[in-house]
């Protein structure tokens, strides 16, 4: 019988009702995001699960496979207030944070005021967001991590919650900047989006060629996001669970025993992506109607959760190895 590992005391009735009840916006949000993204089941629960979750998520893809539609249609079905910003080489990091400007009163004194930046937002969608120079990449950090930015010495709170879901362009690489490894840690999730089933494509020809689209409508508040978010890290874990995410976290880094990790794998996973996947396998459990996440769970989500964590050797990457390949062998082995 496995051991359960609890953040905090709760009933098990009060649970089941809570969670029941989440089930249901689940299940509205669900319905509300398939009414305008047609297919892609994979990809827009990684990134439900993200977002319940309470992180970030970094959206991977080739042009055309909607992914600022899904990032749009989550803000107006969560009823989150979202701001876009479209990542260009001339983006500065003022553009993202805000700036002070100079006023003058009516007697004449001289004083800062501090003018928000569109990061002042609870969804924050960072378009193209490799296309940026790292200086302004860098000016999300803070923000992603701490929830709070400083300007001139001063701290400013973010809004609460606060997520950004980021785009990324694969193919075209000419004047782009890769993120660096410090800001890819801050993402929960890398979600990967592959070209869709052909019934998903038929839909979409049919129904997005006409003259009306389909429309996104809001079916939650932010404060009830946050109290599902606060749920799921009331959600009991398995002691299976735990182990087997250590198993694999660990077994990802070089120097700890697997043969292979040494090989092929030049950095791993640091602790952050050990807690990613804690909260992400309750999220999903959740997600899909479960009180409690099983091995199978992290199975599920080891691909998305440590793939931009890791970074493989020179000879790995000349022989035709991915992360993923190393992902898929190390899955195995819980």
């Known amino acids: ?66 992914k600022t539609k899904l990032v749009e249609t989550l803000g107006i079905v969560l009823g989150l207030d979202s701001r876009r910003i479209q990542f260009t080489p001339d983006l500065m990091p003022s553009d993202i944070l805000g700036s002070e400007v100079m006023e003058q009163d009516e007697t004449g004194k001289r004083s800062f005021r501090f003018i928000p930046g569109p990061i002042f937002a609870q969804l924050l969608i960072a378009d193209e967001i490799n296309r940026a120079s790292p200086r302004t990449q860098s000016a999300l950090l803070q923000a992603m991590q701490e929830y709070h930015v400083t300007i001139a010495g001063a701290r400013h709170d973010l809004p609460a919650p606060f997520h950004v879901l980021a785009t990324q362009n694969p193919l075209e690489q000419e004047g782009t900047y890769p993120l660096p490894e410090a800001q890819l840690d801050r993402f929960l999730m890398q979600v990967d989006i592959l070209y869709p089933e052909i019934e998903a494509e038929r839909r979409i020809l049919l129904e997005t060629t006409g003259i009306e689209d389909a429309k996104a409508q809001n079916v939650l508040q932010p404060v009830r996001l946050k109290e599902i978010q606060t749920l799921i890290r009331r959600m009991p874990v398995p002691e299976s669970v735990v182990e087997a995410i250590l198993t694999l976290v660990r077994s990802a880094r070089p120097g700890q025993g697997n043969a292979e990790t040494d090989k092929n794998v030049a950095w791993g996973p640091g602790p952050r992506a050990s807690q990613a996947l804690m909260l992400c396998t309750r999220a999903r459990a959740l997600y899909d109607g479960r009180l409690a996440p099983s091995v199978d769970d992290v199975r599920a989500l080891a691909e998305p959760v440590l793939q931009h964590r890791m970074a493989l050797t020179f000879a790995a990457r000349a022989e035709g190895i991915s992360v993923r390949d190393v992902v898929a062998k190390l899955v195995k082995g819980i």
């Open 1 to 66: 019988m496995s051991v359960m590992v609890k953040e905090s005391p709760i009933s098990e009735k009060d649970m089941i009702a809570e969670a029941e009840k989440a089930l249901a916006d689940i299940s509205r949000i669900r319905d509300g995001v398939g009414r305008v993204i047609f297919g892609q089941e994979s990809v827009v629960e990684r990134t439900l699960v993200a977002l319940l979750a309470g992180g970030h998520a970094l959206l991977v893809g080739v042009p055309g496979l909607a």
